[in-house]
C-alpha cells in the first residue's frame, strides 16, 4: 500500500477473529515503531507484547475494550528518561510515545492487520498487573489482530470535518 491508501484505510476494530498475529509481521510493526521520531533521540518508550492467556487475562481485568485481539501492544515510556522543555514543566515522555504508537497503527494496517488504539483503561492497575518499573507509565494499549467475519465498522467512521473546521491558516 502506498501511505495514503494505508491513512484511508485504518480505522478501529472492535471485533477480532481468534486468528492470530504471526511473528515475524509483529516484528516487521515492532520496527516500524522503533523508527519513530522521539525528542532528542530519546527512544524512552517501552513496548510489551501481550500474547499469553496470562498476559491477556491481565488486559481484560483493566478494560473492557480488547475485542477478542489475540495480540494487545502496550506502548510505555520511562518517566525519568524524557526531555524537559526549555522553560515549560512539559516532558516528551507521552508525545514520544504517541509518535511510536502512532507508526504501530499505520505499520499494523500496512501488513493487512486489524487494530484498535484503547485509552480505556487502568493505567496504574495495568502497570501493577504487568510488574512493570515504577519508572515507567504506560500511554496506550493496541489491540491487534484480524476482524470477525461478522464485524461491522462504527457508522461514524468516514465522517470528518472540512479542513475549513480544524484548520487556520495565518
Request: proline share 4%; net charge negative; charged share 30%.
Given at each position: 500500500?502506498?501511505?495514503?491508501?494505508?491513512?484511508?484505510?485504518?480505522?478501529?476494530?472492535?471485533?477480532?477473529?481468534?486468528?492470530?498475529?504471526?511473528?515475524?509481521?509483529?516484528?516487521?510493526?515492532?520496527?516500524?515503531g522503533?523508527?519513530?521520531?522521539?525528542a532528542?533521540?530519546l527512544q524512552?518508550?517501552?513496548?510489551?507484547?501481550?500474547?499469553?492467556?496470562?498476559?491477556?487475562?491481565?488486559v481484560?481485568?483493566?478494560?473492557?475494550?480488547?475485542?477478542?485481539?489475540?495480540?494487545?501492544?502496550?506502548?510505555?515510556?520511562d518517566?525519568?528518561?524524557?526531555?524537559?522543555?526549555?522553560?515549560?514543566?512539559?516532558?516528551?515522555?507521552?508525545?514520544?510515545?504517541?509518535?511510536?504508537?502512532?507508526?504501530?497503527?499505520?505499520?499494523?494496517?500496512?501488513?493487512?492487520?486489524?487494530?484498535?488504539?484503547?485509552?480505556?483503561?487502568?493505567?496504574?492497575?495495568?502497570?501493577?498487573?504487568?510488574?512493570?518499573?515504577?519508572?515507567?507509565?504506560?500511554?496506550?494499549?493496541?489491540?491487534?489482530?484480524?476482524?470477525?467475519?461478522?464485524?461491522?465498522?462504527?457508522?461514524?467512521?468516514?465522517?470528518?470535518?472540512?479542513?475549513?473546521?480544524?484548520?487556520?491558516?495565518?
Amino acid at each position: 500500500m502506498d501511505f495514503r491508501e494505508v491513512i484511508e484505510k485504518r480505522y478501529s476494530c472492535k471485533k477480532f477473529s481468534e486468528r492470530k498475529v504471526d511473528k515475524e509481521t509483529i516484528e516487521r510493526i515492532l520496527q516500524a515503531g522503533r523508527l519513530a521520531p522521539t525528542a532528542k533521540n530519546l527512544q524512552e518508550h517501552h513496548i510489551y507484547v501481550l500474547t499469553s492467556e496470562e498476559s491477556l487475562a491481565k488486559v481484560d481485568k483493566v478494560t473492557p475494550c480488547r475485542y477478542g485481539a489475540s495480540t494487545v501492544l502496550a506502548v510505555a515510556y520511562d518517566k525519568n528518561n524524557v526531555y524537559t522543555y526549555p522553560k515549560s514543566n512539559r516532558t516528551s515522555g507521552i508525545e514520544d510515545a504517541a509518535i511510536v504508537a502512532t507508526h504501530l497503527c499505520l505499520a499494523a494496517t500496512n501488513e493487512g492487520v486489524d487494530n484498535c488504539w484503547i485509552n480505556n483503561f487502568d493505567a496504574d492497575e495495568l502497570i501493577k498487573e504487568l510488574e512493570l518499573p515504577e519508572n515507567e507509565d504506560i500511554l496506550m494499549l493496541l489491540d491487534l489482530g484480524y476482524k470477525s467475519d461478522d464485524f461491522k465498522m462504527l457508522p461514524n467512521h468516514f465522517s470528518r470535518k472540512p479542513l475549513e473546521e480544524t484548520v487556520s491558516w495565518r
